[in-house]
């Protein structure tokens, strides 16, 4: 489904490139050796053993003359899978999709380079089994290794092994290795030990993020996805943390976006010269190739593609693949939701839309935005809306929103826009008429935004904990005030009067009483009401609407509502009243 430069090695290509195979494996060894990940012990006294194999890939590096070249990447991976002994807990948490783009506002925001780092064999740079052992209080971890066959000669050529055995030793881990379960957690938290002890604070709301402050003044922040971290701050801070990390994990590969571009998560990262910054996944969507139907099926839309194996392999793929660019082309995510609902009972039919998707996204390339915002002060904009069908037998509608950061311009909800977080889903809830789809999708939007404003306000005061934070909202202090944005008129009426009224559906009052008081204690700032016509997130639940406005936002970085429109605030602040107060 997608054309690659550069992919694993044949075994045809390992036998006429086994020098180049050969040095990558030692290189391989080597570090394992460097970096005090084994030892030899006896296989008598060996309790959990497992094989290995190697993986061989092309890799593009920058040569010398600064052109791209192909080497061999060889990695060691141990079969888990054969693993008896492991710790129960082996999460590793890494940044949210928002978070990600949390660094990118903050870049651009503050007109900060954009940076990533790469930690070359972050795996076998984890906390050892002795020390995970003291910080646990549980007993220290053990298990061992055979190395794949043939390569034993490898283990032999280094100085402290030369008297490897395979029939008499095995290799006993001292910590964790690739294809481990625990090894993403010993090296996330090695790294989380290594940012903290260098005074970074790590925000609640997303445990990848972390931020560096002087004077109660944000100076550098990061994101941190397993051996890649993506970073922006002042010159000063960028160059000491670089200092920090690789002294505890040696050199790091750094990348620069400004006037340039690079590569993170599969993400294509431009920064210009005014700091602004474009994401998109162009470069993939490029190397993406549509299914082909045999002639045999191409007028019968309703044969199941679970008769023909082959061809519900390549559908599954191919949808996967165009699914992944649902991070930076919101104008698809409507079409690539109602496909993955479909693949259970996939046709033909389902796969010549797929394939008419794909063709949509290689002729109409976008990507996201972000702008230098022309005002200081800015607020949390949540775009929501949603699309009840009657006849649908399943009574769950669909829902789209759009999150992000905006300009707090008096008289207008939006400006430039940072976005931050979309989405194209069903509800979660049955819905039996447009106001009740309306309600729920406005109601599961605010709650994604309400984290998003926390998130910010923890950023911008690093002592808060939680509790604080919550003490924050429910009083109306956050760093950014939030802003709802719907197309339902009845929606908005009943959250702009005094009372809320009961609605047909009485379940629904408890949704709208949550709301209004969200409303009345000033965590939601602020109700807007605009036509239909201007509601950016309608193309986030409809696919038979032009996706004209959702490319331009794409484009652009700005949304404008015009046309008729509506505000509604509470004047008078009721914080909630904590339960302490009540006692």
Same mark, same amino acid.
């Given at each position: 489904?997608?054309?690659?430069?550069?992919?694993?090695?044949?075994?045809?290509?390992?036998?006429?490139?086994?020098?180049?195979?050969? +040095?990558?494996?030692?290189?391989?060894? $080597?570090?394992?050796?460097?970096?005090?990940?084994?030892?030899?012990?006896?296989?008598?006294?060996?309790?959990?053993?497992?094989?290995?194999?190697?993986?061989?890939?092309? %890799?593009?590096?920058?040569?010398?003359?600064?052109?791209?070249?192909?080497?061999?990447?060889?990695?060691?991976?141990?079969?888990?899978?054969?693993?008896?002994?492991?710790?129960?807990?082996?999460? +590793?948490?890494?940044?949210?999709?928002?978070?990600?783009?949390?660094?990118?506002?903050?870049?651009?925001?503050?007109?900060?380079?954009?940076?990533?780092?790469?930690?070359?064999?972050?795996?076998?740079?984890?906390?050892?089994?002795?020390?995970?052992?003291?910080?646990?209080?549980?007993?220290?971890?053990?298990?061992?290794?055979?190395?794949?066959?043939?390569?034993?000669?490898?283990?032999?050529?280094?100085?402290?092994?030369?008297?490897?055995?395979?029939?008499?030793?095995?290799?006993?881990?001292?910590?964790?290795?690739? &294809?481990?379960?625990?090894?993403?957690?010993?090296?996330?938290?090695?790294?989380?030990?290594?940012?903290?002890?260098?005074?970074?604070?790590?925000?609640?709301?997303?445990?990848?993020?972390?931020? @560096?402050?002087?004077?109660?003044?944000?100076?550098?922040?990061?994101?941190?996805?397993?051996?890649?971290?993506?970073?922006?701050?002042?010159?000063?801070?960028? +160059?000491?943390?670089?200092?920090?990390?690789?002294?505890?994990? &040696?050199?790091?590969?750094? $990348?620069?976006?400004?006037?340039?571009?690079?590569?993170?998560?599969?993400?294509?990262?431009?920064?210009?010269?005014?700091?602004?910054?474009?994401?998109?996944?162009?470069?993939?969507?490029?190397?993406?190739?549509?299914?082909?139907?045999?002639?045999?099926?191409?007028? $019968?839309?309703?044969?199941?593609?679970?008769?023909?194996?082959?061809?519900?392999?390549?559908?599954?793929?191919?949808?996967?693949?165009?699914?992944?660019?649902?991070?930076?082309?919101?104008?698809?995510?409507?079409?690539?939701?109602?496909?993955?609902?479909?693949?259970?009972?996939?046709?033909?039919?389902?796969?010549?839309?797929?394939? %008419?998707?794909?063709?949509?996204?290689?002729?109409?390339?976008?990507?996201?935005?972000?702008?230098?915002?022309?005002?200081?002060?800015? $607020?949390?904009?949540?775009?929501?809306?949603?699309?009840?069908?009657?006849?649908?037998?399943?009574?769950?509608?669909?829902?789209?929103?759009?999150?992000?950061?905006?300009?707090?311009?008096?008289?207008?909800?939006? &400006?430039?826009?940072?976005?931050?977080?979309?989405?194209?889903?069903?509800?979660?809830?049955?819905?039996?008429?447009?106001?009740?789809?309306?309600?729920?999708?406005?109601?599961?939007?605010?709650?994604?935004?309400?984290?998003?404003?926390?998130?910010?306000?923890?950023?911008?005061?690093?002592?808060?904990?939680?509790?604080?934070?919550?003490?924050?909202?429910?009083?109306?202090?956050?760093?950014?005030?939030?802003?709802?944005?719907?197309?339902?008129?009845?929606?908005?009426?009943?959250?702009?009067?005094?009372?809320?009224?009961?609605?047909?559906?009485?379940?629904?009052?408890?949704?709208?009483?949550?709301? @209004?008081?969200?409303?009345?204690?000033?965590?939601?700032?602020?109700?807007?009401?605009?036509?239909?016509?201007?509601?950016? +997130?309608?193309?986030?639940?409809?696919?038979?609407?032009?996706?004209?406005?959702?490319?331009?936002? &794409?484009?652009?970085?700005?949304?404008?509502?015009?046309?008729?429109?509506?505000?509604?605030?509470?004047?008078?602040?009721?914080?909630?009243?904590?339960?302490?107060?009540?006692?």
């Amino acid at each position: 489904m997608i054309e690659r430069n550069v992919d694993f090695l044949t075994k045809a290509e390992v036998k006429d490139h086994w020098v180049l195979v050969l +040095a990558a494996m030692r290189k391989e060894v $080597k570090s394992f050796e460097d970096l005090g990940v084994f030892e030899l012990a006896l296989r008598s006294q060996s309790k959990n053993n497992c094989s290995s194999r190697w993986i061989l890939r092309w %890799k593009l590096v920058t040569g010398s003359d600064g052109k791209p070249q192909k080497v061999v990447k060889a990695r060691l991976v141990i079969r888990g899978y054969e693993d008896r002994d492991y710790e129960s807990s082996t999460f +590793a948490s890494t940044t949210s999709r928002w978070g990600q783009r949390v660094i990118v506002s903050l870049s651009v925001e503050n007109k900060w380079k954009l940076y990533t780092l790469d930690i070359g064999t972050a795996f076998l740079q984890g906390l050892t089994y002795s020390q995970i052992s003291t910080m646990s209080e549980l007993p220290e971890r053990e298990v061992s290794f055979d190395p794949p066959k043939g390569s034993e000669f490898l283990i032999r050529e280094l100085p402290k092994f030369k008297t490897y055995n395979p029939v008499q030793h095995v290799l006993r881990l001292l910590k964790s290795a690739y &294809g481990l379960r625990d090894a993403p957690k010993a090296w996330r938290t090695a790294l989380d030990r290594c940012l903290k002890k260098w005074g970074m604070i790590q925000i609640v709301t997303d445990a990848g993020i972390y931020c @560096k402050y002087f004077q109660n003044k944000l100076i550098l922040c990061l994101s941190a996805h397993v051996d890649d971290l993506k970073v922006c701050g002042t010159p000063q801070a960028y +160059a000491e943390l670089k200092e920090v990390l690789e002294k505890d994990f &040696g050199k790091l590969t750094e $990348k620069c976006a400004f006037e340039s571009e690079l590569e993170h998560c599969g993400i294509i990262h431009q920064q210009h010269r005014d700091y602004s910054i474009v994401l998109h996944q162009n470069h993939y969507v490029s190397q993406l190739r549509p299914a082909e139907i045999p002639l045999a099926l191409i007028d $019968k839309p309703e044969h199941p593609l679970s008769q023909e194996t082959e061809l519900f392999a390549t559908f599954q793929a191919l949808l996967g693949c165009v699914g992944w660019t649902a991070q930076t082309r919101p104008d698809g995510c409507v079409y690539i939701s109602a496909l993955q609902r479909a693949t259970s009972h996939a046709t033909v039919g389902h796969l010549k839309k797929l394939n %008419k998707l794909l063709k949509y996204l290689r002729t109409k390339p976008c990507g996201l935005t972000y702008r230098n915002f022309g005002v200081e002060k800015l $607020k949390c904009l949540c775009i929501s809306d949603s699309a009840f069908r009657r006849e649908d037998p399943s009574c769950l509608a669909m829902r789209g929103a759009m999150i992000g950061r905006c300009e707090d311009v008096e008289g207008k909800p939006g &400006g430039v826009f940072h976005p931050l977080e979309f989405f194209s889903r069903r509800q979660r809830k049955i819905t039996r008429s447009t106001f009740a789809a309306e309600t729920n999708a406005f109601a599961d939007s605010i709650e994604i935004s309400r984290v998003i404003t926390q998130t910010f306000t923890a950023i911008q005061f690093p002592t808060e904990s939680m509790h604080q934070l919550i003490e924050r909202e429910e009083t109306g202090r956050m760093a950014l005030h939030l802003h709802g944005v719907v197309d339902c008129k009845s929606l908005f009426d009943h959250l702009a009067s005094d009372e809320t009224q009961l609605p047909s559906e009485s379940s629904l009052i408890l949704v709208l009483a949550g709301l @209004k008081e969200l409303l009345r204690c000033h965590s939601l700032k602020a109700t807007w009401w605009i036509n239909t016509h201007c509601m950016l +997130a309608d193309g986030l639940n409809k696919g038979l609407i032009s996706r004209k406005a959702l490319r331009d936002y &794409g484009h652009t970085g700005v949304w404008e509502a015009t046309g008729a429109m509506k505000k509604h605030f509470e004047t008078s602040h009721k914080p909630i009243v904590s339960c302490k107060q009540d006692m």
